[in-house]
């Protein structure tokens, strides 16, 4: 299974942002800083948790898959990219 999916993801995000449309969700939490989508990806991460813990599969595949955008967006935010990621996840199969 591949997750290009994630790389597709990643690109409509940065889309998004670089048009700077008021109405889109992506831009206006890119545009709230840093702090705010760091914030975010910690409740996602914790609805992650509590779904694991306490509800069905697919809550949990829910959650994670809000989790994985709100990271996309976090390393957007910083300059960073899911290549970025997937290059120190190789490093450390070594």
């Not at 690109?11 to 889109?24: G, Q």
């Not at 779904?51 to 697919?58: D, I, V």
């Amino acid at each position: 299974m591949s997750c290009e999916i994630l790389r597709k993801l990643e690109e409509v995000i940065r889309r998004r942002i670089e048009e700077k449309n008021p109405e889109s969700y992506t831009y206006r939490l890119y545009s709230s800083g840093i702090h705010n989508v760091a914030r975010k990806v910690g409740e996602e991460a914790v609805e992650v948790a509590v779904a694991a813990l306490a509800e069905g599969k697919s809550r949990i595949v829910e959650e994670a898959a809000d989790l994985l955008y709100h990271l996309l967006v976090l390393l957007n935010s910083t300059g960073l990219s899911l290549g970025d990621v997937c290059a120190e996840l190789e490093r450390r199969m070594r």
